[in-house]
């Protein structure tokens, strides 16, 4: 009861979350359900408290339209958040994956992106942040296909980078990051940096939902279009296993995915969608009204 009314650390005197709780109540319980199990205690006493059950509540995201709203915003006031937001509604990536992009995870002439890191920032940790691996059942990367318009802006923003390091007669190493905090990008941007700036900017605009709302809009967006093994192969849920079957290091359905999330954004309808518009049209012309094929498209 202590620990629920006033056990924060980061905040002295104020309540823990419920996940806290949730994950205190397991270490505690598993501690002691192996005393009682060796004969130290007589039974587990952490197996008579309930901790506080889940948030079953479902994370705001955005609108097709409040999407292509934020987008057009960042790019008229801000390039660089503009850049990392476009990113995070056409990937799905998490803000942490988007903050430890090198440049070499990057093929912009194949247009694919290679994922396999995430960068967590944290008094104590040396220079105050560590870029470690994602969790992965096999710790493998994962790729994913990048869209045309992605991809130009993407080297875009690598001149403005390599013309800031000219500046000071330096050049951008290759592993540099994408998103540096220095000219030199050997020091990534803080994803909770990010989350603030579009914080600023989706109040202005009147938006409800937060930054890592963009990746729930992917993946919700995507299942319209491609399977949902294609969803989790682009959005990294669990684990990805390679097979021999797949000519080229990016599967075809997820390019697909990557073209249709390359023009949502921009209102631009995709193949697909328009050809689903125009059998609809067909449809309804023969039967004379009747259900019409949903669009995938805007």
């Given at each position: 009861m202590a620990l629920r009314k006033s056990g924060s650390l980061r905040k002295p005197g104020e309540p823990l979350s419920a996940s806290r709780l949730r994950d205190v109540h397991a270490v505690i319980s598993g501690a002691l359900g192996l005393a009682a199990r060796y004969g130290w205690i007589a039974y587990n006493p952490a197996a008579l408290m309930k901790p506080p059950a889940p948030d079953s509540t479902k994370r705001p995201m955005p609108t097709k339209m409040q999407a292509r709203q934020a987008l057009q915003a960042a790019a008229a006031k801000d390039p660089e958040l503009y850049l990392f937001l476009r990113l995070e509604a056409t990937t799905g990536l998490r803000p942490g994956e988007v903050c430890a992009l090198w440049w070499q995870d990057f093929d912009l002439d194949a247009g694919e992106l290679l994922i396999g890191h995430n960068v967590v920032h944290a008094k104590g940790l040396p220079d105050g942040y560590v870029r470690k691996r994602t969790r992965s059942r096999h710790g493998d990367d994962r790729p994913i296909a990048l869209g045309k318009a992605t991809t130009a802006l993407l080297r875009e923003h690598r001149a403005r980078c390599e013309a800031g390091a000219g500046e000071w007669d330096g050049e951008l190493a290759t592993d540099s990051y994408?998103?540096?905090?220095?000219?030199?990008?050997?020091?990534?941007?803080?994803?909770?940096?990010?989350?603030?700036?579009?914080?600023?900017?989706?109040?202005?605009?009147?938006?409800?939902?937060?930054?890592?709302?963009?990746?729930?809009?992917?993946?919700?967006?995507?299942?319209?279009?491609?399977?949902?093994?294609?969803?989790?192969?682009?959005?990294?849920?669990?684990?990805?296993?390679?097979?021999?079957?797949y000519v080229h290091r990016v599967s075809e359905a997820d390019r697909r995915a990557a073209r249709h999330m390359d023009a949502l954004p921009d209102g631009k309808p995709t193949k697909r969608a328009t050809t689903s518009r125009r059998r609809s049209r067909r449809g309804e012309g023969q039967a004379g009204g009747g259900l019409r094929v949903g669009s995938v498209g805007l």
């Open positions: 994408v998103f540096a905090a220095d000219q030199a990008g050997r020091r990534p941007l803080r994803a909770d940096t990010m989350t603030r700036r579009f914080g600023k900017l989706a109040k202005e605009l009147g938006h409800g939902y937060r930054l890592y709302g963009f990746r729930h809009f992917v993946a919700t967006q995507l299942g319209a279009v491609v399977t949902a093994a294609t969803v989790r192969e682009r959005m990294g849920h669990g684990s990805l296993q390679a097979t021999s079957g």
